[in-house]
């Protein structure tokens, strides 16, 4: 397999992920630092729905969908992380169990850094590690907007 | 309307709240001074769903009921809130909209705190801030996957 070129180093990556964006340039810097680059083929699994989240992921190139799926097969759309998306989130706060399951969807490199070092960088900075979780409360909850939309959706029917 | 028994002062009740529990006792005690009490009847609302969120809310005594309604007005029970715990959370993360209607099950009280001052004491100690912030998005992760399993349910034949 011939990995996708990821055109920007790991700092300058993590730097342009819209979540992490309230970090100074030395946290940038550190997460940089732990985070190491994982290749994927189109097709390829990086974590299953409630397997036990300890990393989080960005998306250097390519592509990848986060799902959620019933017994019965059926796959619910949640959203295809894209470049410099963070995805993984569920390591970061309890129950520390991944909601969804992702898979790439092309060919793709995504910077896997583990969780627990990052919150140790979070709170080098604690106004700016706060910041970060409440645009990650934010995003969960607009998440929660959408899927309780496609719920009454669904139920009004 | 004779309001229940709040067997605790302010203070306590905010310090048995789980989600403020990484909260310094001088933060317990500025968010107390920030509270004002609101005594609802049975079946009184508090806030209605996709309302703009100025407050959140802790109960002191009594019961409210979170729901959601279907855009035909189909009520759907989502989850019931006794003493200590936390509603209205919508009113500290973006988009700052209401996700469902809470209302009183049985005579109750409430202490409401703006969020705007509910942040700005949570950032005179960021870390500690950074605690509830991150409590907060599991809070609202469980409720995602909650969700998500609901739809689930509805899709499944």
């Given amino acids: 397999m011939r990995p996708p070129t990821t055109a920007l180093t790991a700092e300058a990556t993590l730097r342009l992920c819209e979540l992490l964006r309230p970090l100074s340039d030395r946290q940038i810097g550190e997460l940089a630092a732990c985070a190491t680059l994982r290749s994927l083929r189109r097709g390829d699994t990086l974590f299953d729905q409630n397997d036990e989240a300890h990393d989080f992921f960005v998306v250097a190139t390519g592509r990848v969908a986060v799902r959620m799926t019933a017994s019965g097969g059926e796959s619910i759309g949640v959203f295809d992380a894209s470049q410099y998306r963070l995805f993984g989130w569920s ?10 399951g992702a898979t790439a969807v092309e060919d793709s490199t995504v910077y896997v850094i583990p969780a627990a070092a990052a919150e140790d960088i979070f709170l080098l900075e604690p106004f700016a590690g706060y910041e970060v979780m409440k645009r990650l409360a934010g995003d969960i909850s607009v998440r929660l907007r959408n899927v309780r939309t496609e719920v009454l959706g669904l139920l009004n029917g | 309307m ?3 028994t709040t067997d605790l002062d302010v203070e306590s009740t905010l310090a048995h709240c789980e989600l403020l529990e990484p ?4 933060q317990i005690t500025a968010l107390a001074d920030h509270c004002r009490m609101v005594t609802l009847e049975a079946g009184e609302a508090l806030f209605d769903q996709d309302t703009v969120a100025h407050n959140l809310f802790v109960v002191a005594g009594g019961r409210l009921a979170i729901r959601l309604a279907t855009p035909a007005g189909r009520i759907i029970e989502v989850v019931e809130v006794g003493q200590y715990a936390l509603c209205g959370w919508a009113s500290l993360v973006a988009p700052h909209i209401y996700v469902a209607e809470a209302s009183a099950l049985d005579d109750s009280t409430v202490l409401a705190i703006s969020a705007d ?10 870390a500690a801030g950074y605690q509830v912030m991150k409590k907060l998005a599991g809070l609202v992760s469980v409720h995602l996957r909650e969700m998500k399993e609901e739809l689930i349910e509805v899709l499944e034949p």
């Fill in chain 1, 91 to 100: 390591s970061l706060v309890a129950p520390h169990e991944y909601t969804s």
């Fill in chain 2, 2 to 4: 004779r309001p229940p």
């Fill in chain 2, 23 to 26: 909260l310094s006792p001088d």
């Fill in chain 2, 117 to 126: 001052e509910m942040e700005d004491i949570l950032l005179r100690e960021p």
